[in-house]
């Protein structure tokens, strides 16, 4: 069978997209190829999956049909770009001969933060090209992927990049100009909920619940308030409203949270890993 899905850096996140790609049918089993430095790692993903392994990121690139992805971490991918710079040379002088070429090319999707599409395209040149930022929930399906298109993409690579990450989650579109603001929402959100979870256990615990229990009434009421949400489409404040009765309880522990900061905390948040995501992206 051909191969079609080639997946470059089978660690935590290429696995995850791995699993559930393969699991929805999206590809088989025997359309896909892994590259890993990793022999112990390469026999897992081969036992596990069923899938062509290699520790050869060259076979991935001139076997793929369809896609090429990118999942290694940002630090490798200036020896990877050299590592595959021969075959890129190739499918350059292919565009060269016939533009048409481009459409049947595979595409290029990397997940690596921080790293452009202007790096993407100088090491892929003329190849189309998908920047992606998923985040940490597409481990278990339930995660948020916005992508950002190359100059040389077409909707047929488009729509494989909605297909690919719609394994995972959900997927927007956005400018490439509003990528470190989705790392400093959606990337770095994981993080802030986490927090939010352990607090309102922790607050639990002081009100004198016994810890196990305060931990699964914080855990679930974030994950029940955010599937309500979802299935009413009810705006946030509104539900709010909903909850907070004349002089009860509710609105008592929102004036503390008003008091406190906490929406300009997490609005305050946001900003700043945006800024910092900028920063490192320099
Ligand atoms: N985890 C997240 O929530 C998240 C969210 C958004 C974006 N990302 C991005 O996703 C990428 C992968 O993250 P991760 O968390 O999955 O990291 P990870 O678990 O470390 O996975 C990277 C994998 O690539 C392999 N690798 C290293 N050098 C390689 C090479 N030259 N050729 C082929 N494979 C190589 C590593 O093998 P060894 O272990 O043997 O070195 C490892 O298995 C990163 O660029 C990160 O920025 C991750």
Request: contains cysteine; glycine residues 8%.
């Given at each position: 069978?051909?191969?079609?899905?080639?997946?470059?850096g089978?660690?935590?996140?290429?696995?995850?997209?791995?699993?559930?790609?393969?699991?929805?049918?999206?590809?088989?089993?025997?359309?896909?190829?892994?590259?890993?430095?990793?022999?112990?790692?390469?026999?897992?993903?081969?036992?596990?999956?069923?899938?062509?392994?290699?520790?050869?990121?060259?076979?991935?690139?001139?076997?793929?049909?369809?896609?090429?992805?990118?999942?290694?971490k940002?630090?490798?991918f200036?020896?990877?770009?050299?590592?595959?710079?021969?075959?890129?040379?190739?499918?350059?002088?292919?565009?060269?001969?016939?533009l048409?070429?481009?459409?049947?090319?595979?595409?290029?999707?990397?997940?690596?933060?921080?790293?452009?599409?202007?790096?993407?395209?100088?090491?892929?040149?003329?190849?189309?090209?998908?920047?992606?930022?998923?985040?940490?929930?597409?481990?278990?399906?339930?995660?948020?992927?916005?992508?950002?298109?190359?100059?040389?993409?077409?909707?047929?690579?488009?729509?494989?990049?909605?297909?690919?990450?719609?394994?995972?989650?959900?997927?927007?579109?956005?400018?490439?100009?509003?990528?470190?603001?989705?790392?400093?929402?959606?990337?770095?959100?994981?993080?802030?909920?986490?927090?939010?979870?352990?607090?309102?256990?922790?607050?639990?615990?002081?009100?004198?619940?016994?810890?196990?229990?305060?931990?699964?009434?914080a855990?679930?009421?974030?994950?029940?308030?955010?599937?309500?949400?979802?299935?009413?489409?009810?705006?946030p404040?509104?539900?709010?409203?909903r909850?907070?009765?004349?002089?009860?309880?509710?609105?008592?522990?929102?004036?503390?949270?008003?008091?406190?900061?906490?929406?300009?905390?997490?609005?305050?948040?946001?900003?700043?890993?945006?800024?910092?995501?900028?920063?490192?992206?320099?």
């Amino acid at each position: 069978m051909t191969i079609k899905f080639g997946l470059i850096g089978g660690g935590v996140m290429g696995e995850a997209l791995l699993s559930r790609l393969i699991a929805s049918g999206i590809y088989q089993s025997s359309e896909v190829i892994v590259s890993e430095p990793l022999p112990s790692r390469l026999d897992f993903l081969k036992q596990q999956y069923d899938v062509t392994v290699t520790t050869d990121n060259s076979q991935v690139f001139t076997q793929a049909k369809e896609v090429v992805f990118l999942a290694v971490k940002p630090q490798v991918f200036s020896a990877l770009a050299q590592e595959v710079a021969h075959i890129n040379i190739q499918n350059q002088e292919l565009a060269n001969i016939n533009l048409l070429n481009r459409e049947h090319s595979p595409v290029i999707i990397s997940i690596l933060a921080g790293v452009p599409l202007s790096q993407l395209e100088a090491a892929f040149v003329q190849l189309p090209v998908i920047r992606a930022m998923p985040n940490t929930p597409a481990t278990v399906g339930a995660g948020i992927t916005a992508i950002c298109l190359g100059a040389y993409t077409s909707p047929k690579h488009h729509q494989i990049a909605q297909q690919v990450f719609s394994a995972v989650g959900e997927v927007v579109e956005v400018s490439e100009g509003l990528m470190d603001a989705v790392t400093g929402l959606s990337g770095s959100g994981p993080a802030y909920v986490a927090l939010l979870v352990e607090a309102l256990a922790d607050g639990g615990v002081a009100a004198g619940l016994p810890r196990t229990i305060a931990n699964q009434l914080a855990l679930q009421t974030v994950l029940g308030t955010a599937k309500l949400l979802e299935s009413t489409k009810l705006h946030p404040a509104e539900l709010k409203d909903r909850v907070t009765s004349p002089g009860g309880t509710t609105i008592a522990g929102i004036a503390k949270l008003e008091q406190a900061g906490f929406r300009s905390a997490l609005i305050e948040a946001v900003k700043a890993a945006t800024e910092r995501s900028q920063e490192l992206g320099k």
